[in-house]
T-cell receptor, first 113, second 116 residues
């Protein structure tokens, strides 16, 4: 069945350092890969996404890369700040079937000031 | 507030009771999704609607769970004969429908269920 694996489950970095979270997916038909950030007591919120026709996308301090051949995708956060501390989820979906989105188990990121 | 709203935010019930959660999506969104999230895990897909039609249900969804979206606007998720294993956060999300769908899900803040 469809599955998304995410590593690491916990990540602690010093403020200003970079953080990298990696995911793999199983459904080769997936063509949309969003990343969500969830803060305590709130629902997940989209921070960046990438579609299968590109290999990399950047938005200020956040970048995502996609390797469709290997079914890997990654989130890179540079110059981390304490407010980046949250749980991050990678996900995969396809633009048929209603964009049913399958989530990874999450990475809890701690940014130490 | 034009975001996705869920009610109630918290529900404590005894095992065997029925519970119902309500979700009001963003008004122009055609698609509505229910997810379940347990501690330390990502959201797990339960079901989704395109307008009033329920187009997919997770195979993991017990017969005790039923969802409706009668007029293609708000949705309800009912759990009958609750069990302790049903304790979780139930998240609702909505997205723009066909032709404009970017894939982005807009989540509510969830309804936390505790079954004693």
């Amino acid at each position: 069945g469809e599955n998304v694996e995410q590593h690491p489950s916990t990540l602690s970095v010093q403020e200003g350092d970079s953080a990298v979270i990696k995911c793999t997916y199983s459904d080769s038909a997936s063509n949309y890969f969003p990343w969500y950030k969830q803060e305590l007591g709130k629902g997940p919120q989209l921070i960046i996404d990438i579609r299968s026709n590109v290999g990399e996308k950047k938005d200020q301090r956040i970048a995502v890369t996609l390797n469709k051949t290997a079914k890997h995708f990654s989130l890179h956060i540079t110059e981390t700040q304490p407010e980046d501390s949250a749980v991050y989820f990678c996900a995969a979906s396809r633009n048929t079937g209603g964009f049913k989105t399958i989530f990874g188990a999450g990475t809890r990121l701690f940014v130490k000031a | 507030d034009t975001g996705v709203s869920q009610d109630p935010r918290h529900k404590i019930t005894k095992r065997g009771q029925n519970v119902t959660f309500r979700c009001d999506p963003i008004s122009e969104h055609n698609r509505l999704y229910w997810y379940r999230q347990t501690l330390g895990q990502g959201p797990e897909f339960l079901t989704y609607f395109q307008n009033e039609a329920q187009l997919e249900k997770s195979r993991l969804l017990s017969d005790r769970f039923s969802a409706e979206r009668p007029k293609g606007s708000f949705s309800t998720l009912e759990i009958q004969r609750t069990e302790q294993g049903d304790s979780a956060m139930y998240l609702c999300a909505s997205s723009i429908g066909l032709g404009q769908n970017t894939g982005e899900l807009f989540f509510g803040e969830g309804s936390r269920l505790t079954v004693l």
